[in-house]
T-cell receptor, first 112, second 117 residues
Framework: GQNIDQPTEMTATEGAIVQINCTYQ??????LFWYQQHAGEAPTFLSY????GLEEKGRFSSFLSRSKGYSYLLLKELQMKDSASYLC?????????????FGPGTRLSVLP | DTEVTQTPKHLVMGMTNKKSLKCEQH?????MYWYKQKAKKPPELMFVYSYEKLSINESVPSRFSPECPNSSLLNLHLHALQPEDSALYLCASSQDNSLAGDRNEQFFGPGTRLTVL
């Protein structure tokens, strides 16, 4: 099975930088995804890491360390619209194919 | 077309009813997924179809029955549900689910909000 952990809630100020951490334990690791989900809406894809290192995409960056079972999502120049839940998801091989498990999610509140 | 559509948007049903949720994508994706999401919880994977074959069934009760009529369509048939089955049901698709290393991010539909009375 997989075990994924994230902080439940975080608060940050508009214009600031925030780092959301995700730790995981799994076998057959085959990629880690970050999704954003606004209340009442579907998750939308933000970033993907399968190799160690940093992936940068505009205001969003994501980091992965496979040996430590650790990832973070870095959001820069925070905007009010960034208030949402951020979901870390791990893809892994199991006996039936590729499984996909979401972490509990981190609710981010951006304050003016 | 980079959209996953789901119908209906809202559904209220009694415990003795039979209903179906529908999902459609025209991105040529060969993997499709059903998730269940309760309020303030992450999505939980229910079923995965890869090349129109059921590849993963996460021990979902038999009152939920998936069907993949073709590569663009995914249905979820509901029968004799319980009030605790009330949730947002999300459909997603990705290009493939059988290759290692490829990004293959999932595109989610807007969901069907189901209430079981």
């Amino acid at each position: 099975g997989q075990n994924i952990d994230q902080p439940t809630e975080m608060t940050a100020t508009e214009g600031a930088i925030v780092q959301i951490n995700c730790t995981y334990q799994t076998s057959g690791f085959n990629g880690l995804f970050w999704y954003q989900q606004h209340a009442g809406e579907a998750p939308t894809f933000l970033s993907y890491n399968v190799l160690d290192g940093l992936e940068e995409k505009g205001r969003f960056s994501s980091f992965l360390s496979r040996s430590k079972g650790y990832s973070y999502l870095l959001l820069k120049e925070l905007q009010m619209k960034d208030s949402a839940s951020y979901l870390c998801a791990v893809r892994a091989w199991d006996n039936y194919g590729q499984n996909f498990v979401f972490g509990p999610g981190t609710r981010l509140s951006v304050l003016p | 077309d980079t959209e996953v559509t789901q119908t209906p948007k809202h559904l209220v049903m009694g415990m003795t009813n039979k209903k179906s949720l529908k999902c459609e994508q025209h991105m040529g994706h060969r993997a499709m997924y059903w998730y269940k999401q309760k309020a303030k919880k992450p999505p939980e994977l229910m079923f995965v179809y890869s090349y129109e074959k059921l590849s993963i069934n996460e021990s979902v009760p038999s009152r939920f029955s998936p069907e993949c009529p073709n590569s663009s369509l995914l249905n979820l048939h509901l029968h004799a549900l319980q009030p605790e089955d009330s949730a947002l049901y999300l459909c997603a698709s990705s290009q493939d689910n059988s290759l290692a290393g490829d990004r293959n991010e999932q595109f989610f539909g807007p969901g069907t909000r189901l209430t079981v009375l």
